[in-house]
């Protein structure tokens, strides 16, 4: 029988799933469905800036206010919005949806974050594990069923896309400006042909109506588990600008610091892969009704991985799990800066985006996991931070989409990848170097930490050979 922790976690999974279904096939698309002017990419960037101001001066608040599950609620309910302004795509439909969205996505990460590290807590003594342990399960958990929703969105665009009898064939003459080398404005790359209008209200429809599902399913089914002390903060409430400035208070923490990069990091990969690859390579090379297909690839192994890397860290821990990740992305960086994709070439659009789902569900479920580990206390406003400088690389890497080269933002990438290494394997270090001193001076109990069996010899030996 499952338990109540793992039935919260369980629903709160589902509805990911089923509201990414919408946002994360829409997202896919922008940069092909909406090129004009540059619309689409602009409002993801929209999106990411709007999800910093939330998590600067609203996600402590609103989630000691109104508890995990509804702030769950109300975010999703800003990811509908952003769906029906895909309905009729203009400025002054995109970009309002876009800022009520960033301002309920930090609130809903962080909520879910906030949630499965409570829900691991209260389970760990139950099943007398470390509290790490169990929270790695239960990320595990949760990204092996959100990430699945890049798989369900991205088949509902490819099949309803790839019903369009208009489908233009791309010429040699076209497919040279594809992949990195060659400048040129990509947002009159003739070969991004926008579907039907009755084939994208199809879509959007599809899509609001799953979002609207995420929400019933969280609304009725999950539990609020932390309502008590929602209302004790509501009646016992601390001074407004200790809330309200607790996401500033939390960067005095050197820790958090040297977390930046990794964060930011993740933002700049995603945004790498549902942009730059998505337009330049597959659309470009095969059509907008192939980006479904390829990342579909991407979300299953995205998924399947999160779910085994998750249970694999209680045996090797975060370190040797990053430099994975590390290593598969900075191949699959270098391969793309000097591929030149043709569609005779097809299996190799589906390889790329299925190794970067591996790498990312490294990114995804463990950096969310050292967060919680690290700021136990802290819970609301370190997932708040961690929220924003992730967002800050997506709005980085969307602002400069249209203005600067396809192989400058390769470099870009794999300069900031080497940089968020660095300082991952830094901080890993010097975690365990307090762990080895705490337990020397019996000044903290082992068990409290997120202590796997390798040694500091062996995280020395993984930064110098990642450098």
């Given at each position: ?123 760990a003594p139950k099943e007398n594990k470390a509290a790490a342990d169990v929270i790695n399960k239960y990320f595990g958990i ?96 601390e001074p407004f600008w200790s809330t309200f400035l607790a996401t500033f208070t939390l960067l005095k923490d050197k820790r ?104 990312d569900a490294v990114w995804q479920a463990q950096t969310n996991s050292l967060y919680g580990v690290l700021f136990p206390r ?90």
């Open positions: 029988m499952i338990d109540r922790n793992m039935k919260n976690v369980l629903v709160v999974s589902i509805g990911f799933l089923s509201l990414f279904t919408a946002y994360g096939g829409l997202q896919s698309l922008q940069s092909s469905l909406n090129a004009e002017d540059g619309m689409g990419v602009t409002s993801l960037s929209v999106i990411y800036a709007s999800i910093i101001l939330s998590s600067m001066f609203l996600t402590p608040t609103l989630i000691k206010n109104l508890g995990c599950k509804w702030t769950i609620v109300v975010g999703m309910g800003c990811y509908v919005t952003y769906s029906i302004g895909n309905l009729y795509p203009g400025w002054y439909t995109l970009i309002p949806t876009s800022v009520i969205l960033g301002m309920g996505g930090s609130p809903l990460w962080s909520a879910k974050c906030t949630l499965l590290t409570i829900c691991g807590n209260l389970q949760f990204f092996l069923i959100f990430q699945s929703s890049a798989v369900w969105g991205n088949l509902m665009s490819s099949l309803i896309f790839g019903s369009d009898t208009d489908i233009p064939d791309i010429s040699e003459e076209d497919l040279q400006y594809c992949g990195a080398g060659v400048c040129i404005d990509i947002n009159v790359n003739s070969t991004t042909k926008r579907p039907a209008q009755e084939l994208v209200w199809t879509l959007v429809g599809c899509y609001i109506g799953v979002g609207v599902l995420a929400m019933t399913i969280v609304a009725v089914f999950l539990d609020n588990i932390d309502r008590d002390q929602a209302q004790e903060f509501r009646g016992n409430r958090l610091i040297i977390l930046i990069p990794l964060s930011m990091y993740s933002g700049f990969e995603q945004s790498f892969l549902s942009g730059e690859y998505t337009k330049n390579y597959v659309t470009c090379s095969l059509g907008i009704h192939y980006v479904g297909y390829a990342m579909i690839c991407f979300g299953a192994t995205n998924s399947l991985c999160s779910f085994m890397f998750g249970r694999l860290a209680e045996y090797t821990g975060r370190a040797p799990l990053f430099c994975l990740a590390a290593a598969n992305n900075f191949a699959c960086i270098m391969a793309l800066l000097f591929w030149r994709p043709h569609p005779d070439q097809l299996p190799v659009f589906f390889v790329f985006p299925a190794l970067w789902g591996m790498a802290q819970k609301e406003a370190a997932f708040a931070n961690c929220c924003m400088w992730e967002s800050l690389g997506f709005v980085i890497a969307f602002a400069y989409s249209t203005f600067i080269c396809l192989d400058t933002k390769i470099y870009i990438l794999l300069g900031v990848l080497i940089l968020s290494m660095v300082t991952c394997l830094w901080a890993e270090m010097k975690y365990y170097e307090l762990i080895k001193i705490t337990f020397h001076e019996n000044t903290v109990p082992v068990e409290s930490w997120d202590t796997p069996t390798h040694s500091r010899a062996f995280l020395y030996f993984l930064l110098f050979s990642t450098l």
